[in-house]
């Protein structure tokens, strides 16, 4: 496995308009490394911990991004540094974000994440959530998050017809919630979807950030 060779590969197939997120998960550092003097820039990770350990061991202008999950009692150790969070799913994660970003002098970006799969085990808000979000009195006095689009995760599942509507219907979210929300703004313009398995039909459909590790890195360990 050549990182290097994976990262050009990737890369020479995705559109001018989608950035790659290399997705870093239980990774160690010279793997990171090798994925940084190829020139990668973006790297996306899931728990806080290994995160937060990873930024402090490596080189400052990398941009991290914070994929997983997040607890509002971990926000604290990523706000000081963290480039973007896809994945928030309620008011409480975003009111936290917004403190702790304000105790940093930082605004910080953020995607909406939404559950668009047919898996109970996936993370995510629905429309009606977000919009209840975006109409609140307590949004509008948040000064230090900057929605800057929406997160999905498709079904795991061999049936691109499946994975295609999925991704569809995240493409409709941003678009109702940009024309009804953000029409004046060119910050919200981020579509996170795809992955290893399914970033080529993701761009297909109107991503703008993949989230690709193991055809970069290869498989994660689990272990760690």
Same mark, same amino acid.
């Given at each position: 496995?050549?990182?290097?060779?994976?990262?050009?590969?990737?890369?020479?197939?995705?559109?001018?308009?989608?950035?790659?997120?290399?997705?870093?998960?239980?990774?160690? =550092? @010279?793997?990171?490394?090798? #994925?940084?003097?190829?020139?990668?820039? &973006?790297? $996306?990770?899931?728990? *806080?911990?290994?995160? /937060?350990?990873?930024?402090?061991?490596?080189?400052?202008?990398?941009?991290?991004?914070?994929?997983?999950?997040?607890?509002?009692?971990?926000?604290?150790?990523?706000?000081?540094?963290?480039?973007?969070?896809?994945?928030?799913?309620?008011l409480k994660l975003l009111?936290?974000?917004?403190?702790?970003?304000?105790?940093?002098?930082?605004?910080?970006?953020?995607?909406f994440q939404f559950f668009?799969?047919?898996?109970?085990?996936?993370?995510?808000?629905?429309?009606?959530?977000?919009?209840?979000? =975006? @109409?609140?009195?307590?949004? #509008?006095?948040?000064?230090?998050?900057? &929605?800057? $689009?929406?997160?999905? *995760?498709?079904?795991? /599942?061999?049936?691109?017809?499946?994975?295609?509507?999925?991704?569809?219907?995240?493409?409709?979210?941003?678009?109702?919630?940009?024309?009804?929300?953000?029409?004046?703004?060119?910050?919200?313009?981020?579509?996170?979807?795809?992955?290893?398995?399914?970033?080529?039909?993701?761009?297909?459909?109107?991503?703008?950030?993949?989230?690709?590790?193991?055809?970069?890195?290869?498989?994660?360990?689990?272990?760690?």
């Amino acid at each position: 496995m050549c990182i290097v060779e994976n990262l050009k590969k990737i890369k020479s197939n995705l559109k001018d308009s989608v950035r790659l997120v290399a997705v870093s998960k239980t990774k160690p =550092l @010279s793997d990171i490394q090798e #994925a940084y003097k190829a020139g990668q820039r &973006i790297f $996306g990770e899931n728990k *806080v911990q290994e995160l /937060t350990g990873k930024y402090e061991s490596l080189p400052t202008d990398i941009q991290w991004h914070m994929i997983g999950h997040l607890q509002t009692n971990k926000v604290k150790q990523i706000a000081p540094f963290v480039s973007m969070i896809h994945s928030v799913d309620s008011l409480k994660l975003l009111k936290v974000i917004n403190k702790e970003a304000k105790k940093n002098n930082r605004v910080i970006k953020c995607l909406f994440q939404f559950f668009i799969a047919d898996e109970t085990t996936k993370f995510g808000m629905d429309i009606k959530i977000a919009k209840s979000i =975006l @109409s609140s009195d307590e949004f #509008a006095e948040m000064k230090n998050v900057n &929605i800057a $689009g929406v997160m999905g *995760v498709a079904t795991n /599942t061999p049936y691109k017809d499946q994975i295609r509507m999925e991704f569809n219907n995240l493409k409709q979210i941003f678009d109702d919630l940009k024309s009804k929300y953000f029409s004046e703004s060119c910050d919200f313009c981020e579509i996170s979807m795809g992955m290893s398995h399914d970033y080529q039909i993701a761009q297909e459909e109107g991503s703008t950030l993949v989230r690709v590790g193991s055809l970069i890195f290869g498989n994660r360990n689990y272990n760690i």
